[in-house]
T-cell receptor
Framework: DTAVSQTPKYLVTQMGNDKSIKCEQN?????MYWYKQDSKKFLKIMFS???????INETVPNRFSPKSPDKAHLNLHINSLELGDSAVYFC??????????????FGPGTRLTVT | QKEVEQNSGPLSVPEGAIASLNCTYS??????FFWYRQYSGKSPELIMF????GDKEDGRFTAQLNKASQYVSLLIRDSQPSDSATYLC???????????FGAGTILRVKS
């Protein structure tokens, strides 16, 4: 009964290719996120969707395009992959409510290697 | 100035000791504060969150928040080798409604 799942776990591809990562959560949360963790282990938010609506869009190249078909799924498509895109990509989810509670729960991550 | 700052470590403590991890943040309007533990090659795991000034205890973990000093800490009592990991401080910034993570502190508990 995995709470936040991602596929694939590993992705090795060549420069210039297009690839997608999928995320699903069964926690009943209304908000999902994509994070990138680089080689220095710094975790940075890329996008966030609340009930299928994009609410956070950080400074990320246009080659990255998130899609949320429903509030339990958030996918990340990357066009024209570059060497610098190599990183671990984490999906997370939370339930936004009034007040200040935003506990986020993370998926297992997708390690993307661009050669 | 970085938004969330942590000492990168490594912080080495002997087994059974108290490990003290510190974090400062820049946004005075921040309301929610989180500590995540990340083992090598694994995803961040939420271990504590705190919203009010003071201490919050959960088992061997105590989170401490001082909003006036813009400071949040995590104490781990009776440290075990299994506590060896990177500890990430995360702050829900008032602007942008998002979590900002520090770079993490590596903790090593030696038996």
């Amino acid at each position: 009964d995995t709470a936040v799942s991602q596929t694939p776990k590993y992705l090795v591809t060549q420069m210039g290719n297009d690839k997608s990562i999928k995320c699903e959560q069964n926690l009943g949360h209304d908000t999902m996120y994509w994070y990138k963790q680089d080689s220095k282990k710094f975790l940075k938010i890329m996008f966030s969707y609340n009930n299928k609506e994009l609410i956070i869009n950080e400074t990320v190249p246009n080659r990255f395009s998130p899609k949320s078909p429903d509030k339990a799924h958030l996918n990340l498509h990357i066009n024209s992959l570059e060497l610098g895109d190599s990183a671990v990509y984490f999906c997370a989810s939370s339930q936004i409510r009034t007040g200040a509670s935003y506990e986020q729960y993370f998926g297992p991550g997708t390690r993307l290697t661009v050669t | 100035q970085k938004e969330v700052e942590q000492n990168s470590g490594p912080l080495s403590v002997p087994e059974g000791a108290i490990a003290s991890l510190n974090c400062t943040y820049s946004d005075r309007g921040s309301q929610s504060f989180f500590w995540y533990r990340q083992y090598s090659g694994k995803s961040p795991e939420l271990i504590m969150f705190i919203y009010s000034n003071g201490d919050k205890e959960d088992g061997r973990f105590t989170a401490q928040l001082n909003k006036a000093s813009q400071y949040v800490s995590l104490l781990i009592r009776d440290s075990q080798p299994s506590d060896s990991a990177t500890y990430l401080c995360a702050v829900n910034m008032e602007y942008g409604n998002k979590l900002v993570f520090g770079a993490g502190t590596i903790l090593r508990v030696k038996s």
